[in-house]
């Protein structure tokens, strides 16, 4: 596959697991917080960062779509969308939680959008 096909679907992957739990209740991830539930909730402006990782997986789906027109360029859009989901984990850990507790509760959307973003990263052929 070309760059432009893996970059379409690993964003398509990056948005809807961010619409999937990212902080799940059992342990099959069926049910939890979404990353969009954790914006809206009130308060501080970590809401914002978390951000970083839907909004990068849309402008790689628009440049990818636009014939790899990318605004700002397409690495700098993977690395955005990366500290977006990986802001998560590191604050968490900041604040002092288990590690192992906290990939226990890491749902479903959380390791799908991670699982994007580091290949969205790593993936950069050059073209011929």
């Known amino acids: 596959m070309d760059r432009k096909t893996v970059t379409l679907i690993l964003a398509v992957i990056l948005i809807a697991g ?3 739990p990212y902080i799940s209740t059992d342990l099959f991830s069926t ?10 909730g009130g308060g501080k402006a970590d809401k914002y960062v978390l951000l970083l990782a839907p909004i990068a997986g849309l402008l790689l789906l ?8 990318y605004t700002p ?3 700098v859009l993977a690395l955005l969308a ?8 590191i604050r968490t850990l900041i604040e002092g939680a ?6 226990k509760m890491l749902g479903l959307g959380y ?12 993936y950069n052929p050059r073209k011929a």
Do not use: C, H, P
């Open 98 to 103: 288990d590690i192992g507790q906290l990939i």
């Open 18 to 20: 961010f619409f999937l």
């Open 62 to 69: 628009v440049g990818a779509a636009n014939g790899e027109n």
């Open 82 to 89: 990366l500290i977006g989901v990986l802001y998560l984990v």
């Open 73 to 75: 360029s397409r690495g």
């Open 111 to 122: 390791w799908l959008s991670l699982a994007a973003s580091v290949l969205l990263v790593l």
């Open 31 to 40: 049910t939890g917080v979404s990353g969009f539930e954790l914006i809206k």
